[in-house]
């Protein structure tokens, strides 16, 4: 199998980037890998359970998206959703922590990895149904509307959902009644196991949203750059206009969840795409900027780190939540406003 | 198609009352739900220029316009995963299925959204949503239009089931279901919408969190909901005859559960009758029956009897659908059989 020829470049970057912006694009993309790469580790230890979905690889695809929203702006994530949270500025401690199941956790320990939840950056979380977050978007959207917010609603979703059914009805629904929804599809080319070509008859997504009178782009989604360009522009496009999609092509290099034998993919297929990795290619474009260096580089990777030990530290000392509340909150406490 | 307006009479309590039909009921708690808050709109297919598949939403699209009446494409799982997404933001949407078979294909965002998000958020999220669909059979409407599965939904804890089966909650329960924090689902059973009765003028919101006594009896407890109840009423009227004095419970929330209504009243009766039109495996007579061989089994002078829906999906032609369904008969041949065992 090859790299489909749509990968990389689709869509360049229009506007120049600054060297501090650039450092926090990098420093956004790094915190996400290194994050999962320790979740890995306590997974191990068995700190962490249930399923754990790692976004290693497609970190550019939420360090670009989540500087193009407003902080007013609503977001409809996946279960493959530490790298939305992290960026959208979920805490750390408060993902780690939900991650071990402590009552600090952003979800109070009842979600897990797959369920991250936080109402004060509107991040309605993940969804373990492959496009079930869809429909909910759609309703974020139109419930926006019909308030006069003019925010945007982003929706992540990833190719497994194109093959839904919802996914269609979602996508008519919003060209229909105009609503401010932005479809971001993480096109990774496998449904778990399945490889796109095995899954859909046309592998094209944005084929797909022009059927709904839906304008879409495809974009190298191992580029930061070019990600953070046409979420900005499609954005403003759906505060003004109706709904968007965005096609990003990009690849994860772990497993699907945290192992499986990956018998449906080549180690020479993963090892090609490597070579897209934006965290060797970003550095390597920032240092021909002349805007990183060692120095500047090993500085931020140590405030990671340091950030990250603060988060696990955290969560390791966060508390269960007494068996005695685990019926709460499956009825409202409170009336919502 | 206005507030039911006819001949008003007084009734021996002085509150006036209008003829009117359950749907007119319905349309009525709409009505006013609209009036009172901004934030509810309803949609579902067909609600707008149609009226409604069963016309109970006959004429509000004039009355309010298409972004309140709002046509949906047949897209189940996309408008009420709208609905569920427009409440979690503010709006408190009443969405309408056609029947409860199509809310099949919606089943996923009812389950695993609109009943979840609050648990699994850790209660930062909530979900005031209205679901209204028709369930039921008796109208040779055949396998796909015909069941009643409120008894799945009510299995099912993030949601509330409500069955209105009176006027009186045909007009009253959407509204205090739309101050409701969380997702609740009303089941109109659709042999019901034609049902014609006095109401009076002032009705207005009823609790949803009771069961009621529709008719006091010493003999045995007819447990029912929905569109059996008038069934049982009249087999209990006919019971009556034969001087065998049965109290009538209308469960009218099938979750919650009202256990204390029905224990009290078996506890006193000593024998009960479950009549429910879904199916009997795993039905909600079947937790109707286990409630009160827990809260009451020493109060028992017979076994609990059931008379449900026989296990098969609803046939077209009206003597197989009729065989199908709780009748006065069968209800009456359960008590009598309930009656004449001495434990």
Redesign the interface.
């Known amino acids: 199998m090859s790299i489909p020829a749509q990968a990389p470049g689709q869509v360049a970057a229009t506007s120049p980037v600054s060297k501090e912006h650039a450092l926090e694009l990098l420093r956004s993309m790094l915190r996400i890998r290194r994050f999962e790469e320790r979740c890995v580790e306590l997974y191990s230890e068995a700190r962490i359970r249930g399923f754990l979905h790692l976004y290693i690889g497609e970190e550019a695809i939420a360090a670009g998206v989540m500087p193009a929203l407003q902080s007013d702006d609503a977001i409809v994530s996946t279960y493959r959703e530490h790298g939305h949270a992290l960026a959208r500025g979920i805490p750390m401690n408060a993902v780690m922590a939900e991650m071990f199941g402590k009552v600090q956790g952003c979800s109070h320990g009842r979600g897990g990895s797959m369920h991250l939840f936080d109402a004060a950056t509107r991040f309605y979380g993940g969804n373990g149904i492959v496009g079930g977050g869809l429909p909910l978007a759609v309703g974020v959207g139109l419930g926006e509307l019909m308030q006069q917010r003019h925010t945007v609603t982003a929706s992540f979703f990833g190719d497994g959902a194109v093959a839904e059914g919802e996914f269609h009805e979602c996508l008519n629904l919003a060209a229909l009644w105009k609503l401010p929804v932005l479809f971001l599809c993480e096109n990774n080319r496998y449904a778990m196991g399945t490889a796109i070509e095995r899954a859909l008859a046309n592998v094209d997504v944005t084929a797909k949203a022009a059927a709904y009178n839906i304008a879409a782009a495809a974009v190298d989604g191992m580029d930061v750059l070019a990600v953070e360009d046409a979420t900005r522009r499609a954005a403003d496009a759906v505060r003004n206009d109706g709904p968007r999609l965005i096609e990003f092509h990009t690849y994860r290099y772990r497993a699907h969840s945290m192992y499986d034998p990956e018998l449906y993919r080549s180690k020479e297929e993963v090892e090609r795409w490597r070579e897209y990795d934006p965290l060797v290619t970003f550095p390597a474009q920032l240092r021909a900027l002349g805007y990183l260096d060692d120095v500047s580089l090993t500085a931020i990777e140590h405030e990671i780190a340091v950030e990250i030990d603060a988060a696990i530290a955290y969560a390791a000392a966060g508390t269960l939540e007494p068996v005695s509340d685990l019926t709460r909150f499956v009825y409202s406490e409170t009336r919502p406003a | 198609m206005e507030t039911p307006v006819s001949t008003a009479v007084s009734t021996p309590d002085a509150r006036v009352t209008v003829r009117c039909t359950y749907r007119e009921a319905m349309r009525a708690a709409i009505r006013e739900a609209m009036h009172r808050d901004p934030r509810v709109?309803l949609m579902g297919e067909d609600v707008g220029r149609y009226g409604g598949s069963f016309a109970v939403s006959m004429g509000l699209l004039a009355e309010f316009g298409p972004?309140r009446i709002r046509d949906?494409?047949l897209?189940e799982?996309?408008?009420?995963?709208?609905?569920?997404?427009?409440?979690?933001?503010?709006?408190r949407p009443i969405v309408e299925i056609m029947t409860v078979n199509f809310s099949l294909l919606a089943l996923?965002?009812i389950l695993?959204?609109a009943a979840t998000?609050?648990?699994?958020?850790?209660?930062?999220?909530?979900v005031?949503l209205v679901i209204r669909m028709t369930t039921g059979a008796g109208r040779q409407l055949a396998a796909q239009h015909s069941h009643s599965l409120e008894g799945w939904y009510a299995h099912i804890?993030?949601l509330?089931v409500l069955t209105p089966a009176t006027l009186e909650d045909a007009r009253g329960m959407l509204w205090t279901a739309l101050?409701d924090?969380?997702p609740v689902l009303i089941f109109e059973n659709g042999v019901l919408y034609n049902m014609e009765g006095d109401l009076p003028e002032d009705a207005g919101p009823v609790e949803i969190s009771h069961a009621a006594v529709r008719r006091h009896g010493d003999d045995l407890t007819l447990i029912t909901y929905g569109g059996t109840l008038p069934k049982t009423l009249e087999a209990a009227e006919r019971l009556a005859k034969e001087d065998i004095d049965c109290e009538v419970i209308d469960l009218r929330t099938l979750r919650p559960l009202d256990t204390d209504a029905i224990v009290t009243s078996v506890s006193r009766t000593t024998r009960a009758v479950v009549v429910d039109e879904g199916w009997r495996s795993g039905s909600i007579s079947a937790e109707v029956s286990a409630r009160i061989v827990e809260g009451a089994f020493y109060r028992l002078d017979s076994p609990v009897l059931r008379v449900c829906t026989a296990e098969v999906p609803i046939p077209y032609a009206k003597h197989l659908e009729d065989a199908a369904l709780p009748q006065v008969e069968t209800i009456m041949a359960a008590v009598r059989q309930s009656v004449a065992s001495d434990g």
């Open positions: 709109f972004e949906a494409p897209s799982s996309a408008f009420v995963g709208a609905g569920i997404g427009a409440a979690l933001v503010g709006m996923d965002q695993n959204n998000l609050s648990h699994m958020s850790g209660g930062q999220f909530s005031p804890p993030g509330k101050e924090p969380d």
